[in-house]
């Protein structure tokens, strides 16, 4: 295989072969392709497109080029979900427990925040004495007796896409979707799970700006997830406004055990439900109206609640923290932002509030950066809520004063204030099955 060859192919818009692709994948993975050439293919791929055939090959090549996750002891109880990133979203807590209870194997790996995205694996961590890093044996058990298992991404799972998207990183060639698709989906297939949910986020806070941008990827992976055997569904979810009203690690937690109690009822509750319906069909068969049905009443009953209590219990972490928040990590300072104008609030800048949320030591901008589990912001009013001037708008969580300033200043940047409400926004946009 010449690389030359290859590029030039592209370049004039021709299909590359199942050979080539993989024979590519493989040399570039073993070090044998310098990067020059490797970004010159990304960028006709950028250009050119990729067919059907040729991203399939390409997720499946990518998929298989490190380590792979053997679920078929579950059969086709498997069942992962991936969101695409957003702030506020700490769905994977509610919804991988709520799984569980209904007969799902949710083995997931997560990743962790960057920028102005929350990670799970973040997120689990603060709680006192959480372990991501189980080996294969013992996460294949709990999953087993507990029904789920979280844990950080292996290092060696799908080396070929990390070396692919630092390259694309840099060279201009992330937004394309072919490549985002293969990105994505590689990992989803070396992780295992038989059945796949793909929860796309939609708005200011994540990748695809645009509903018409992110179905167009929705129903790529799933063409491409069903094309290498696997059970895949897509949710198109708003994430114009972070999702619930807490942004930030423990703060997080808290919520999404509020949740699971029963204490809360907005749009982190319904977009948890959903995600896992349509988790639940996939393994179970059932048609939307019924999965629906039997998520409320694992949700209702507190059978979720205590799947979480056992999950978070086999894992090392402080059982004590699903029934007492005060056991979380706690910031060592807060600080209220209120409203200067009566008024309702018509929008959210999301992206703005996760960077405010990283200001405060949350979040990370370089991947050794260190978080502060404690920190974050507490929304008591969102996007069509009304305020009164002097009333909190927001509550700001971090362990150095120093970082206020510049974070209250973010989180107002982020929000527009006006005398007259805004119209109703959707939180689901779309289901891709």
């Not at 250009?47 to 090959?57: D, I, K, N, S």
């Not at 700006?209 to 059970?231: F, H, N, S, W, Y």
Request: aromatic share 4%; proline share 3%; hydrophobic share 40%.
């Amino acid at each position: 295989m010449q690389m030359y060859d290859l590029i030039r192919k592209k370049r004039d818009g021709g299909e590359l072969t199942d050979q080539e692709i993989r024979g590519f994948i493989t040399a570039y993975t073993a070090g044998q392709v310098p990067d020059y050439q490797v970004a010159a293919l990304l960028m006709a791929i950028y250009f050119r497109g990729m067919t059907r055939a040729e991203t399939v090959t390409l997720t499946d090549a990518m998929a298989h080029s490190g380590d792979t996750l053997d679920l078929s002891a579950f059969g086709t109880f498997s069942v992962d979900k991936h969101s695409t990133g957003g702030v506020g979203d700490k769905t994977t807590l509610i919804v991988a427990p709520l799984v569980a209870s209904l007969g799902g194997k949710v083995a997931k790996m997560s990743g962790r925040g960057l920028g102005h995205t929350g990670g799970t694996v973040d997120k689990l961590e603060s709680i006192p004495g959480y372990r991501t890093d189980l080996s294969r044996e013992a996460f294949l058990h709990q999953v087993e007796e507990t029904g789920v298992a979280v844990i950080g991404q292996t290092g060696n799972l799908t080396p070929a896409d990390k070396l692919l998207y630092a390259l694309r990183d840099v060279t201009a060639t992330v937004d394309s979707i072919p490549l985002i698709t293969s990105s994505i989906m590689s990992k989803k297939l070396a992780a295992g799970s038989h059945n796949i949910v793909l929860d796309v986020k939609v708005g200011s806070g994540a990748f695809m700006k645009t509903p018409q941008q992110a179905e167009e990827l929705a129903r790529e992976m799933v063409r491409i997830g069903k094309d290498c055997g696997r059970r895949v569904a897509a949710l198109l979810t708003d994430m114009d406004v972070p999702l619930g009203r807490a942004v930030g690690n423990a703060l997080e937690v808290q919520e999404a055990v509020q949740v699971l109690r029963g204490d809360s009822h907005g749009d982190l509750r319904e977009v948890s439900l959903a995600l896992a319906a349509e988790m639940a069909a996939l393994v179970h068969g059932w048609d939307p109206r019924e999965a629906r049905s039997r998520a409320e009443q694992a949700l209702d009953s507190g059978a979720a609640l205590a799947c979480m209590r056992q999950w978070v219990a086999a894992q090392g972490g402080d059982p004590r923290c699903i029934d007492d928040p005060a056991q979380l990590p706690t910031a060592v300072y807060s600080r209220e932002v209120v409203a200067p104008t009566d008024g309702y609030i018509t929008a959210m800048d999301a992206e703005r509030i996760g960077h405010a949320a990283v200001l405060l030591g949350a979040g990370r901008m370089q991947k050794g950066d260190t978080i502060a589990p404690g920190a974050g912001l507490y929304l008591h009013r969102k996007t069509g809520e009304a305020v009164r001037a002097g009333e909190r708008l927001c509550t700001l969580y971090a362990d150095e004063q120093a970082r206020f300033s510049a974070a209250a200043e973010a989180y107002l940047d982020a929000i527009t204030l006006s005398s007259s409400a805004s119209g109703s926004r959707s939180l689901i946009y779309a289901t891709i099955r």
